[in-house]
């Protein structure tokens, strides 16, 4: 309806799930990238957590269209399946013709079939949407399921996403063992005021907005405050105030627009949020260091377990970094984990949905460097240029921070890493070092350049908080 009147091409605000709507803010982008890489590259069942309306099926939509082209990715949108039933589906989903076979025989096919996959240089991973829904004795197939492999490797991948709901269940006591095996957990934060000023028009221009901004700060700030930064929220009541602006014959979105939403929409905050905002959130993050022997890289992936106060409180405040403590690998590049805990595990600090950064100081490059960057070329082949730069002043001794790595072959992948780089500043401080892994191509992702290992821990407090949250960033020892 009002489409012509804001010069849309379409609905900027649909609650369906539209992966050219999905907004990479709010640590959403790293986590994607997160996700894609434990799921190609690591083993242990996966579990991505969140209120109702954050923005998990969204996630879904896109592990599906990113994943790399040799997985197999089996959706699973209805979690209500009896054991038996889940087994039929994940058979469909591998387009096995199984109807009729005993259990017995069922298993034996799809195990027969992922290991021919595996033999191919397959894998297969299984996403199941709202799965605090699942009944218990099918979450208990789903752990079995995992517990298929051949010599060293699993055949199967898992990822779980549920409301806090699912946590409750996996606290139960005869959930213990699938429990165990979630080695890797994500959570959906609400959106900070921030954040959300971001979000709506991110959605505006994707949907063919061309024009100023059009909601004001007052009205931004009571979306947030009554959507208690739930993505679903925000959507209903960004699309009823387009709704009310319409009708009044105004581009502009005022208080007096969002108040007519949130009546229509009978969305009202939650008290204990409102009453908590200034609240910092508190919670508990396991970084897990995965050691590749003899390809002399260490990687970990951030493990997000928020308490129970997560959806009830706001974030906006950075918290604080913890301290560092060095551990090193046994291969030829030394690594050193951030803030190991016994048993590799850290304390980090808890996800903060704003791009803000933590303390203003910029310690990422040594300011002796002086590194001459071409304008011409995509992002990665100017980053590779100055990371040539960079080494070759630098020399041996010189340290970084290692974000993550990737294969060469996702270049797409690291190109909109480097464009979400550039929007917060950062662009300059990230570096890319090509190397071989078991003959494979890749590209280490580093941000900043050290003298010391020491100057490089204090680069670590200092770097934005999105990437202490999606990565378990570890020092790198450079050697040009």
Known sequence: MYLEHFGLTEPPFKITPVTEFFFSGANRGEILDALIYVITDSEGIIKISGEVGSGKTMLCRMLLDRL???????????????????????????????????????????????????NQGE????????????????????????NLQVGKNKLIQIVLFGQPELDEKLEQTNMRQL?????????????????????????????????PDIFSAAAVKLIGKASNGLMRRVNILADKSLLAAFVENTHNIEVKHVHAAIRDSEISPNKHWLKNKNTALAGAAVALAIVIAGAGWLIGKTNFAPN???????????????????TTTPS??????????????????????????????NLALDQSLSISVPEKGTLLQQRLA???SMLHQ???????IQLYHAESSNAARIERFLSRAK???????????????????HYRILYGAYTNSEAARAGMKAMPQRYKDAFAVTIYELDE
């Open 332 to 361: 030829a590049v030394s690594a050193v984990a951030v803030t190991p805990l016994p048993a590799e595990s850290a304390t980090v600090a808890v996800p903060d949905s704003t791009d803000s950064t933590s303390p203003n100081v």
């Open 423 to 441: 929007g917060i500043d950062k662009l300059s401080e990230i570096f890319i070092v090509p190397v071989k892994i078991y003959n494979q191509s």
């Open 394 to 400: 630098i020399g041996k001794g010189g340290v970084s």
């Open 123 to 146: 894998r297969c991973v299984v996403l199941v949407d709202e799965a605090h829904a699942m009944p218990l004795d099918t979450l208990e197939e789903l752990r079995l399921l995992y």
């Open 308 to 326: 129970s106060t997560a959806s009830s409180t706001t974030i906006e405040t950075p918290q604080p970094p913890v301290a560092n403590a060095a």
């Open 179 to 211: 429990k165990d095996r979630i080695v890797h957990h994500f959570n959906m934060q609400p959106l900070s005021k921030k954040v959300i000023e971001s979000y709506l028009m991110f959605r505006m221009r994707a949907a063919g907005y061309h024009g």
């Open 68 to 118: 790399p082209s040799n997985i197999k990715a089996i959706y699973l949108s209805n979690p209500s399946l009896s054991r038996d039933e889940l087994l039929y589906a994940i058979a469909d989903g591998l387009e096995l013709d199984l109807d009729g076979q005993r259990v017995s025989v069922l298993l034996q096919n799809l195990h027969n079939h992922l290991v021919e996959k595996h």
């Open 386 to 388: 100055a990371t040539k």
